[in-house]
């Protein structure tokens, strides 16, 4: 469900472009790219891209490309594209038009659905534009982070940042927050960002 799409991803493209931000999605997301590369024995190049966003979405993305750095003997730039000089809800369209301007196969983005308990979340939905890729769209982030786990990529849930505040660490309170939150709690583990389970208390009355 997680990776069979990525494996498709990889056999039927050679210049892929990845949307990173920072976040655990997009972090794994460039981790099974590389993971699977190797897996596959294909010959992929990557161009990262990332969108400029007011909760410093460079710095957080840049401390998860240094960590697959590491991990796959690999270095990379950061292309930032779009601006966050307009409203919130057209910043990431920005950026994606902006890259959609490159020569790449395609573009891959690390979407996932919103939780159905989770209600006034994002608009997440299929992007309707030529190669544009969202193989988690139809899939929760409990998904996501089941195979974060199965991975042990423990590195990844401590520097990766959900949280729409700027600053280090977690709110707590945002509904980026709430639905780390929930997708750890769906699969029974702890997420070493987030503070006492007992403070975050969701709109379904769960109760950590």
Known sequence: MVREPIKEILLNNKKIGLFVSGGLDSGLLLYLMHFLKEELGT????????????????????????WVGDEFDVKYDINQVGTDQIHHTMQVISGYLEAFEDT???????DTKNPSELQHGPNRRAIKLE???????????????????????TDLMTISHSCENPEDG??????????????????????????AREKIIFELNYTF
């Open 131 to 153: 190669r544009y890729a969202q193989p988690w769209i139809e899939i929760t982030k409990d998904h996501i982070v089941q195979e974060v786990i199965d991975c042990n990529l």
């Open 170 to 195: 977690t709110c707590g309170e945002c509904w980026h927050c709430n639905e780390r939150a929930w997708a750890f709690y769906r699969c029974g583990y702890h997420d070493p960002q987030q503070p």
């Open 104 to 110: 790449m196969d395609i573009f891959v983005l690390g």
């Open 43 to 66: 010959d992929n190049e990557f161009k990262i891209y990332t969108v400029s966003r007011p909760n410093n979405s460079l710095i957080y993305t840049r401390r998860v490309l240094d």
